[in-house]
């Protein structure tokens, strides 16, 4: 667009000024600058004011002349300003991204900016939604420094979730945040000083050490706390965690214990070791996050000291003191992810006496490293007793093997027959829902291009968080068929999912095993899927699957809605009209067969229903229903 006209009224409207508004209607330059706006003002709202006001300023019948011109030139100094340009001869050259302090200026539209900014300086737990669906639709927004800023700001928000979600971000930017967390840190400060140093222990652990002694001299106790438990991660700090348990109360003290636990040190061993023969019950609760050896043992040494009362006595445990009962339990919860021999060889122990507490035991210590003396502490106790120890051996397996070897070994699991399935050498039952737990904290990523794995961990500075890993190889296809065929699906130990739009875990799982990228899957998957929702009745997650596996058949499907459920929610109906690719004329035939298919049963707003039927009719979009 020519501006040159809009600069040459701005310059005759200053000169005028200048002069004295008095000659205004005098200037015939001015008046001719004003002319030449004219096809600017048609093709523009903001240049058609601008020439309004200016007309108005040259007229004999103008009253407050000098305040409009004024006005005017306001008006064009701001339009001219975001119009503005810088040019200079040479070649480009890309600036380096500024990082750690706050990132640098991201050329997005102020308008999309500004939600986010508003929402972070805000109060109330509306804004979470806008903050996390801006950061899922517009992730770039966040580099840039005005909001990294409010982001450190915002991890003493008052709404928590809202704090634990930024908190999350900032840990994933790894060591580049840290200069922006460190700069302004307050030791004296309070909730969100105190989330700094949780996430700056996260990142950097013991490389800064310095920075967590350095801070302790004067600091708050909501901060003293987890600067003392950052010091964990430095062997040295044995004898200052022992002053400290010494000198500190309260919460401070309960840090310098947990830290004490991950020390090596001889002083620090025999500390613990005294703490568990003079109080076990209080000494488990810190040791249960340790992974040292030591600590392993000690656990291990009580455990079978336990077990040994417990043979002599011959009392069956439902028949035990409660104290005798809890401590058994508490044993067991400090024994997750302890690795040491003497640990190993107490599974084999405890199994008779508390088999599903053990399983589960074996599987919540492998789920985020897998020890050599662990894996085979798994395969030991699968060999003995089953297939109650099948979900930690398929996981190790799918985490080592090659994808191959472990459809080799384990696809004699799944069966059309269903979960329980009569093998013939010997009539024995093998379960594999082991195989399914696993599964289904897989999914294949199209932007990863491969197959991630999900698990959960809950002493990370965000509390709970979900971390996510890549797969190293992919699932053998043949996998597949078996899946899709089997009847496992319609088993009632599949309730409903927690967060997942599926009716049942084995559909969700299915669902995130999707492969894209493999033609020729999609026939099968949409065949599961149409399946699917003639017989549970359809799901707006079932029309996804089957838009993506390129389904045509979509006849009678909002009918099924309410197959099995007649307290079926409208916002769900509402849902499955967005969502099926159908058209209006269409969509009212099938909301007007679902609406007769109730009778008498329904239980939601009909009336609703009715009035979506009609609007669909009239032409409305299922969108603006």
């Keep these: 667009m020519n501006l040159s006209v809009v600069y040459e009224l701005r310059d005759r409207l200053k000169t005028a000024a200048v002069a004295g508004t008095g000659l205004i209607t005098e200037d015939f330059r001015l008046k001719r600058a004003v002319e ?16 309004q006001m200016a007309q108005k300023a040259v007229t004999l019948e103008c009253e407050d002349r000098t305040a409009l011109v004024l006005d005017t030139l306001s008006l064009l100094d701001a339009v001219l300003c975001t119009q503005g340009s810088l040019l200079k001869e040479g070649q480009w050259r890309e600036i380096p991204a500024q990082t750690g302090r706050g990132g640098g200026c991201v050329n997005i539209p102020y308008s999309q900016m500004a939600p986010v900014l508003e929402a972070f300086r805000g ?11 801006a950061h899922e639709e517009r992730p770039e927004i966040f580099a840039d420094h005005r909001i990294k800023n409010l982001m450190v700001k915002a991890l003493g928000d008052s709404y928590t979730d809202l704090a634990d979600m930024v908190a999350g971000w900032l840990l994933d930017e790894g060591r580049e945040i840290l200069p922006l967390l460190k700069q302004g840190f307050d030791p004296e400060g309070k909730r969100d000083m105190a989330k700094r ?19 302790l001299l004067g600091a708050s106790k909501e901060v003293k706390e987890e600067l003392v438990r950052a010091l964990r991660h430095r062997e040295d700090n044995e004898g200052l965690l022992l002053d400290l348990v010494k000198s500190e109360k309260g919460k401070v003290k309960e840090a310098a214990l947990c830290a004490l636990t991950h020390m090596n040190g001889e002083k620090a061993k025999e500390f613990w070791k005294k703490q568990m023969d003079k109080k076990p019950e209080k ?4 040791l249960q996050d340790s992974r040292t050896v030591w600590a392993s043992d000690l656990i291990a040494e009580h455990l079978e000291r336990w077990l040994d009362t417990y043979d002599e006595s011959g009392i069956p445990l439902k028949e035990l003191k409660n104290e005798d009962r809890q401590m058994l339990y508490d044993l067991r919860r400090a024994a997750v992810r302890k690795s040491s021999p ?3 060889a107490c599974y084999r122990r405890i199994y008779p006496i508390i088999p599903k507490e053990t399983e589960e035991l074996l599987w919540d210590s492998l789920m985020e490293e897998q020890p050599e003396s662990l894996c085979r502490t798994a395969e030991e106790m699968y060999e003995a007793y089953g297939d109650g120890f099948l979900q930690p051996v398929f996981w190790i397996a799918l985490l080592t093997k090659s994808s191959r070897e472990v459809y080799d070994r384990f696809c004699s699991y799944l069966r059309p027959e269903g979960l329980l399935d009569k093998v013939k050498n010997g009539g024995s039952k093998r379960d594999a829902m082991g195989i399914y737990k696993v599964l289904m904290r897989v999914r294949y990523e199209e932007k990863e291009e491969g197959y991630v794995v999900y698990r959960e961990a809950w002493d990370s500075p965000v509390r709970f968080r979900t971390v996510v890993s890549k797969l190293g190889a992919d699932l053998d296809p043949r996998w597949y068929p078996l899946l899709l065929q089997s009847k496992d699906r319609f088993d009632t130990r599949f309730r409903k999912q927690v967060r997942s739009s599926y009716d049942n875990g084995y559909d969700a799982m299915v669902a995130g095993l999707f492969r894209p990228d493999m033609e020729e899957l999609k026939e099968d998957y949409g065949k599961y899927f149409y399946q699917g929702a003639r017989l549970h009745g359809t799901l707006a997650a079932d029309v996804r699957m089957l838009k993506r596996c390129g389904w045509k058949d979509y006849k009678g499907l909002l009918a099924l809605a309410g197959k099995k459920n007649d307290h079926i929610a409208t916002y769900e109906i509402r849902e499955l009209l967005s969502e099926l690719p159908m058209t209006g004329k269409d969509l009212a035939e099938e909301l007007d067969s679902l609406i007769k298919s109730y009778g008498k049963k329904a239980r939601i707003g009909v009336g609703v229903l009715e009035m979506w039927r ?5 032409g409305v979009l299922a969108g603006d229903l």
């Design 197 to 215: 140093v949780e996430l700056i222990s996260a990142i950097a652990g013991g490389e800064e050490n310095d920075f967590y002694v350095e801070s």
């Design 614 to 618: 009609d609007k669909l009719r009239s």
């Design 123 to 133: 109060t109330g737990s509306g804004r979470y939604a806008v903050i996390r669906d």
């Design 283 to 286: 000494a488990v609760d810190y």
């Design 342 to 344: 003497r640990m190993c």
């Design 36 to 51: 030449q706006m004219a096809p600017l003002a048609k093709a523009s709202p903001v240049f058609g004011k601008i020439c």
